[in-house]
Nanobody, 127 residues
Framework: QVQLVESGGGLVQAGGSLRLSCAAS????????MGWYRQAPGKQREQVAT???????SIVDSVKGRFTISRDNAKNTMYLQMNSLKPEDTAVYSC?????????????????????WGQGTLVTVSS
């Protein structure tokens, strides 16, 4: 099994900071693209930021200059540093990753490409 677990969410005042982490675990061979998404109450999920294995980054305009995405490939972990938080940043933040899983079946290695989502972590920014 492969899973993603987010942590670091919580309640913060406007102008404050939070750092989210997304840790992948399980029978992982490699992790390609990873990303952070958020869904505010009554709104559709939106992509916040993505990062490739090589470090190429894409960030939505509404958080540019305030949020930073990074990853540690050795730890299979991705981060989202969120500064100057605003009430409109309030949402459930979820991480997503394209993972190549390696298993052994009948003595032979087998590789599967999986798209995996974390369970989400709530970020609430008070005004």
């Amino acid at each position: 099994q492969v899973q993603l677990v987010e942590s670091g969410g919580g309640l913060v005042q406007a102008g404050g900071s939070l750092r989210l982490s997304c840790a992948a675990s399980g029978s992982i061979f490699s992790i390609n693209g990873m990303g952070w998404y958020r869904q505010a109450p009554g709104k559709q999920r939106e992509q916040v930021a993505t990062i490739t294995r090589g470090g190429t980054i894409s960030i939505v305009d509404s958080v540019k200059g305030r949020f930073t995405i990074s990853r540690d490939n050795a730890k299979n972990t991705m981060y989202l540093q969120m500064n100057s938080l605003k009430p409109e940043d309030t949402a459930v933040y979820s991480c997503n990753a394209d993972i190549v899983q390696r298993t052994v079946e009948r003595g032979l290695p087998r590789y599967r490409s999986l798209e995996v989502w974390g369970q989400g972590t709530l970020v609430t920014v008070s005004s």
